[in-house]
């Protein structure tokens, strides 16, 4: 059995970013166009006069300023409010591809290792763009990397459940090295026109290198001292988009395609379940909570972030012990909590302590317990 490092880590960011006072003009001009539309009708009470949002509604709900998108007019055009993403040929790269390929290059130069040295490719993410062939084994031949791949998907835990498969696939022998990324492009299965959804999601790709310890050279190194996961089943967090839709035309185009929620229940079911796995993560390893310098958390709402954090350490956290990134990436699903390990780990020392854990739809939460290597 082989222990296993993360030695470097990658992000994609998208060119473009809507913030809340643009989605929100955006949001509230469609409004404003169906209640008129539909006037007589909400006069006679057969229609539901739709409400308009607020920069401020956003930021309360959610604590998101703005959103990285890899299309901008198609969400802000109120006729559409859906990004636009013209199909490729099937010559040429998927638009996931492309976004792995770019966050891991960073992940690679960051480990000191090139192609040669990654035996497995994991695609990690919560929407793929297709059934087949595997985005994964496209990204592989896209880098030229040698081996094998796969995608999978636990949703907004993706990230975690992916460590997990490569830190066993390390430990095995299966693999000297594996890339595990995570390609979201979220704003594609986001209503837009849903009040209580439409601000939540935004576009990312990050992607990390696991490799056995005893070979590795980075200078970004961290011991992976355990993985625990966990899943139980619910509906609160739901998309109903697949290949049998077209077997049931009387579901085509209904909201339940895209992404729907129920978000109070959703809050209340999972942060005591994901401070009460991370804790029992940390004690069955002989570690205390209050040993951890951060926790990287799932970034979907910065009020579940603070409250999981306040139950784990008995008070509030300070902004360096469980950083935000979601104010300008917004959920990013299964990149998420990889952006905020990404940008806030540099600065502590050999031995720090870290949890990197996500949450999300199944439901599903994982938690890594990571250590600085000096």
Not at 19 to 37: M, R, T
Not at 107 to 112: P, Q
Not at 152 to 176: H, K, L, P
Request: with cysteine; aromatic share 6%.
């Amino acid at each position: 059995m082989h222990n296993a490092v993360i030695s470097g880590t990658g992000l994609y960011t998208p060119a473009n970013s809507i913030s809340n006072d643009e989605l929100v003009a955006s949001f509230n001009a469609y409004v404003q166009q169906f209640n008129a539309d539909n006037a007589a009708a909400i006069e006679r009470g057969e229609v539901e006069a739709l409400s308009e949002s607020s920069s401020a509604f956003i930021e309360k709900a959610s604590g998101i300023k703005s959103r990285f998108v890899m299309d901008k007019a198609g969400i802000l055009d109120p006729q559409r409010m859906t990004p636009r993403l013209p199909q490729r040929s099937n010559e040429e790269w998927g638009i996931l591809c492309e976004m792995s390929v770019a966050a891991a290059r960073q992940a690679l130069e960051r480990a000191g290792r090139t192609v040669a040295d990654i035996d497995g490719v994991i695609v990690a993410c919560s929407n793929l763009e297709r059934a087949y062939p595997a985005v994964a084994i496209e990204v592989q031949a896209a880098l030229g990397i040698d081996g094998w791949g796969y995608d999978m998907n636990v949703a907004c835990s993706s990230a975690t459940f992916g460590i997990q498969a490569a830190n066993n696939a390390i430990a095995t022998g299966q693999a000297r090295a594996v890339l595990m990324v995570n390609p979201e492009i979220c704003t594609g299965h986001l209503n837009f026109r849903d009040r209580d959804s439409h601000f939540i999601f935004g576009d990312a790709a990050t992607a990390v290198i696991v490799e056995r310890a005893d070979q590795a050279t980075s200078q970004h190194q961290w011991d992976i001292l355990g993985t625990k996961l966990l899943t139980q089943f619910s509906n609160n967090i739901r998309n109903n988009f697949g290949f049998l839709n077209r077997a049931a035309e009387e579901g085509i185009g209904a909201k339940d395609k895209l992404f729907v929620q129920e978000g109070r229940k959703v809050f209340k079911d999972v942060c005591p379940m994901v401070a009460e796995l991370i804790g029992a993560h940390l004690a069955e390893n002989q570690l205390n909570v209050g040993d951890v310098k951060r926790f990287w958390l799932h970034q979907a709402n910065l009020n579940m972030n603070l409250l999981i954090a306040r139950k784990l350490l008995g008070r509030d956290a300070e902004a360096h012990e469980a950083p935000v990134i979601l104010d300008t990436y917004a959920n990013t699903s299964s990149a998420g909590s990889v952006i905020a390990f990404h940008k806030n780990q540099d600065d502590l020392p050999a031995g720090s302590l870290g949890v990197l854990s996500s949450f999300g739809a199944g439901y599903s939460i994982g938690s890594v317990i990571l250590r600085r290597k000096g």
